[in-house]
């Protein structure tokens, strides 16, 4: 490695904002998604252990379900835990208000995305610290899709070539997020979407497979089989 590349790692100089205070209603069961068991441990403790095993992460924000914050903060010493709000936008800006200034990158990353390997979060950070304002990690679409009307029959076929699927973590110089947060009008899914609306540019990073977001009990399933095929 030179001595021009080795601050690209382990510099712990990043940040992790984690939206972790959805119901799960599409997953169903009688806690909130982020404390669901896989495995003997909750997704979110899950989730904490990629982020800390990724050598730039030096804080890791956690926004809980208000009325879990105790059983959060008792799981996650390590980390600090906010009150997540009403919607994903309103727990990330809630998260990314306790954020030392400090910190100049922040990574915004789904409890939901509890297996995310570190590689890619690493991956991430590293192409903000290169000078990638925005960055989001993508796979490409697997299945043909089509645009329906609301009665259920085919519009058109979308050219698949040009369509990415969006995973976290998502990163971002501070300074931007802080920016699209705070004049955001409208309501986004993920917090790209508040700088493409600012018209600023959004880079790319391949995604993983592994980091899928756990939204059903399917999801659940795959994601017990790739823990039984890492140990
Ligand atoms: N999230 C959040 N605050 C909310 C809603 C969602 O922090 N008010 C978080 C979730 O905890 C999750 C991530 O945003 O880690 C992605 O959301 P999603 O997968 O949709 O989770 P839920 O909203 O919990 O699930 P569902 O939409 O099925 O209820
Ligand atoms: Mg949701």
Redesign the pocket.
């Known amino acids: 490695m030179t001595a021009t590349s080795k601050p690209l790692l382990e510099r712990r100089d990043v940040a992790v904002l984690?939206?972790?205070?959805?119901?799960?209603?599409?997953?169903g069961g009688d806690v909130?998604?982020?404390l669901r068991d896989l495995h003997g441990q909750s997704l979110l403790v899950h989730c904490l252990r990629a982020l800390a095993a990724a050598p730039s992460v030096g804080l890791i924000v956690v926004?809980a379900?208000a009325a879990h914050l105790g059983a959060v903060r008792a799981q996650l010493p390590e980390a600090t835990v906010v009150e997540?709000?009403?919607?994903?936008q309103?727990?990330?800006s809630n998260a990314l208000a306790a954020v030392p200034a400090s910190f100049e990158i922040v990574l915004v990353h789904?409890?939901?995305?509890a297996l995310t390997p570190p590689s890619l979060i690493e991956a991430v950070a590293a192409a903000v610290r290169t000078g990638h304002d925005a960055v989001i990690p993508v796979l490409p679409v697997v299945d043909t899709i089509k645009q329906l009307s609301p009665d259920g029959h085919v519009l058109t076929t979308v050219d698949r070539s040009q369509l990415g699927a969006v995973q976290t973590p998502q990163g971002f110089r501070r300074d931007l997020l802080t920016k699209a947060h705070a004049t955001a009008t409208d309501a986004h899914?993920d917090d790209a979407g508040l700088v493409e609306r600012m018209g600023l540019p959004v880079f790319t990073v391949p995604g993983h497979p592994e980091a899928l977001?756990?939204?059903t009990p399917f999801d659940l399933l795959i994601a017990e089989s790739i823990l039984r095929s890492r140990n």
């Open positions: 984690v939206p972790a205070a959805g119901q799960g209603l599409r997953l909130p998604k982020a926004a379900p997540g709000g009403s919607t994903r309103e727990s990330v789904d409890a939901a995305r899914t977001k756990i939204t």
